[in-house]
């Protein structure tokens, strides 16, 4: 499988030095080996779901009871939790960490992926939720720390773009 089992093992592992334990997801290819140690791994708990907005409120709950999560999706699914985002992680303050899949960028091959990463980032600037690019395997630890600090700092989401460099080898 072309999917980066070396990026994203430093991506789990970053994860988890940032206190995460709870991780919410939809499968999805260039997540499959996240999901994967997610489910292997007794300190972590994954909460597998049918729709990207239910992982708002799994977020949200881990946060009311003193526990850092996760948000792991791609990008349509991310256009798809808007709603759970917008009326509820920013009116309530909720820090919610998103790790998406850069879907749709140069080198895609899946014509399906092409539209909605051609708009998650200026959906992102529109909402004005901060986001990072997660480009090169030097990247990840820091910007998942700095990512989980703001997210809690401002009480509000914060998004991580996976780029396609990162996460797939050709």
Same mark, same amino acid.
């Given at each position: 499988?072309?999917?980066?089992?070396?990026?994203?093992?430093?991506?789990?592992?970053?994860?988890?030095?940032?206190?995460?334990?709870?991780?919410?997801?939809?499968?999805?290819?260039?997540?499959?080996? /996240?999901?994967?140690?997610?489910?292997?791994?007794?300190?972590?708990?994954?909460?597998?779901?049918?729709?990207?907005?239910?992982?708002?409120?799994?977020?949200?709950?881990?946060?009311?009871?003193?526990?850092?999560?996760?948000?792991?999706?791609? !990008?349509?699914?991310?256009?798809?939790?808007? !709603?759970?985002?917008?009326?509820?992680?920013?009116?309530?303050?909720?820090? /919610?960490?998103?790790?998406?899949?850069?879907?749709?960028?140069?080198?895609?091959?899946?014509?399906?992926?092409?539209?909605?990463?051609?708009?998650?980032?200026?959906?992102?600037?529109?909402?004005?939720?901060?986001?990072?690019?997660?480009?090169?395997?030097?990247?990840?630890?820091?910007?998942?720390?700095?990512?989980?600090?703001?997210?809690?700092?401002?009480?509000?989401?914060?998004? /991580?773009?996976?780029?396609?460099?990162?996460?797939?080898?050709?």
């Amino acid at each position: 499988m072309p999917v980066s089992a070396t990026s994203s093992t430093l991506i789990y592992r970053a994860l988890k030095d940032a206190d995460v334990r709870i991780v919410s997801a939809l499968p999805e290819t260039w997540l499959v080996h /996240l999901i994967r140690m997610a489910e292997d791994d007794e300190e972590m708990t994954l909460v597998r779901l049918a729709k990207e907005e239910e992982g708002v409120g799994i977020s949200t709950g881990a946060h009311l009871a003193g526990m850092k999560s996760a948000m792991l999706m791609q !990008n349509h699914g991310f256009l798809a939790a808007i !709603n759970g985002i917008v009326s509820c992680g920013q009116l309530y303050r909720i820090p /919610l960490l998103m790790l998406i899949s850069q879907r749709g960028s140069f080198g895609e091959r899946d014509p399906w992926q092409c539209e909605g990463g051609g708009v998650t980032e200026h959906v992102l600037e529109a909402l004005r939720i901060p986001f990072d690019k997660l480009e090169a395997p030097e990247h990840v630890a820091k910007r998942i720390a700095k990512a989980q600090t703001l997210a809690y700092s401002a009480g509000r989401p914060v998004a /991580l773009l996976l780029s396609r460099d990162l996460m797939w080898e050709d």
